[in-house]
């Protein structure tokens, strides 16, 4: 089993950009694809976005294309999400989660893919 642990959220103004970083220890993290997923009140968690186990490969979801980057430093067991051009619909609880399944990267990821989760970071944008 593998504990992560976000951090970085906050307050941030419509247009601000802010930096999630997600650390990693208990197993192989080089291995598993990780992914950041977020819930807003009310609503269901969604993916975000995932990237592959050697950060070859990504994924985003529509919603965050273009102003969201995900990417990971396998020598330090952490992956980051970066948040540009931030708007009040981003307002959600934003949680890291890591691969079931060691060495796979699929095209279409849901909650159920993932077997580790972090306790979540808040992040609210409101002016």
């Known amino acids: 089993q593998v504990q992560l642990v976000e951090s970085g959220g906050g307050l941030v103004q419509p247009g601000d950009s802010l930096r999630l970083s997600c650390a990693a220890s208990?197993?192989?993290?080089?291995?598993?694809?990780m992914g950041w997923f977020r819930q807003a009140p009310g609503k269901e968690r969604e993916v975000v976005a995932a990237?592959?186990?050697?950060?070859?490969?990504?994924l985003y979801a529509d919603s965050v294309k273009d102003r969201f980057t995900i990417s990971r430093d396998n020598a330090k067991n952490a992956v980051y999400l970066q948040m540009n051009s931030l708007k009040p619909e981003d307002t959600a609880v934003y949680y890291c989660?890591?691969?079931?399944?060691?060495?796979?990267?699929?095209?279409?990821?849901?909650?159920?893919?993932?077997?580790?989760w972090g306790q979540g970071t808040q992040v609210t944008v409101s002016s």
């Open positions: 989660a890591g691969d079931r399944t060691p060495v796979r990267f699929i095209s279409r990821y849901q909650m159920e893919d993932f077997g580790s």
């Open positions: 208990g197993r192989t993290f080089s291995v598993y694809t």
């Open positions: 990237i592959s186990w050697s950060g070859t490969n990504t």
